[in-house]
C-alpha cells in the first residue's frame, strides 16, 4: 500500500486480471504473464506501474504498448511528466529530456511487463518484479 501512496509521482494502477494464462492490464489485450506474475492465481489485481518504467520508446519485443492520447506535458529542468489515461484511469510517465507534446496528442507509451507489481483489490502488495542489477538502469 505504501508504494501506492509514498511515491512521487504517484505509482500508476489500473484493475486488471490474470486469467486464461494471461495478464490483462485494464482493457489492454491480454500478454503473456511476466516470470514474478506466473505463481498468482487467476482473478483480480490491480496492476502498478513506476512512472519511470512507463517509457515514449519500445525497448523489448515483448514491452507492452499503450495507444493514448496526452493529457499534459509538464516540463520541469530535464525532465518531462507526460499526463495520459488508460483504461479510465489517470498515469504519469516521467521521461529524461525535455519533449513538448502537445494536448490531446496521439502518443504511444510502453510498459515492460517485468516492471508490473501486482496488489491484492484492497491494495495489499501480491507480487513484485526482480529489483534491477546494479550495473544497469532503471
Not at 45 to 54: D, Q
Not at 89 to 106: E, T, Y
Request: overall charge neutral; aromatic content about 6%.
Amino acid at each position: 500500500r505504501s508504494a501506492l501512496l509514498l511515491s512521487d509521482p504517484p505509482m500508476n494502477v489500473v484493475p486488471g486480471r490474470i486469467a486464461e494464462a494471461a495478464l490483462h492490464l485494464g482493457n489492454h489485450d491480454p500478454t503473456a504473464i511476466p516470470k514474478h506474475l506466473q505463481l498468482l492465481p487467476e482473478g483480480p489485481y490491480l496492476f502498478g506501474v513506476r512512472p519511470n518504467h512507463v517509457r515514449t520508446a519500445r525497448r523489448t519485443a515483448s514491452d507492452i504498448e499503450i495507444r493514448t492520447r496526452v493529457g499534459l506535458a509538464e516540463i520541469s529542468g530535464s525532465e518531462t511528466s507526460i499526463h495520459f489515461e488508460h483504461s479510465g484511469c489517470f498515469w504519469v510517465s516521467r521521461q529524461n529530456g525535455v519533449h513538448p507534446l502537445g494536448v490531446d496528442q496521439p502518443i504511444r507509451v510502453y510498459i515492460e511487463p517485468q516492471r508490473v507489481f501486482a496488489f491484492e483489490p484492497g491494495g495489499t502488495l501480491t507480487a513484485a518484479p526482480e529489483p534491477p542489477s546494479t550495473g544497469g538502469t532503471t
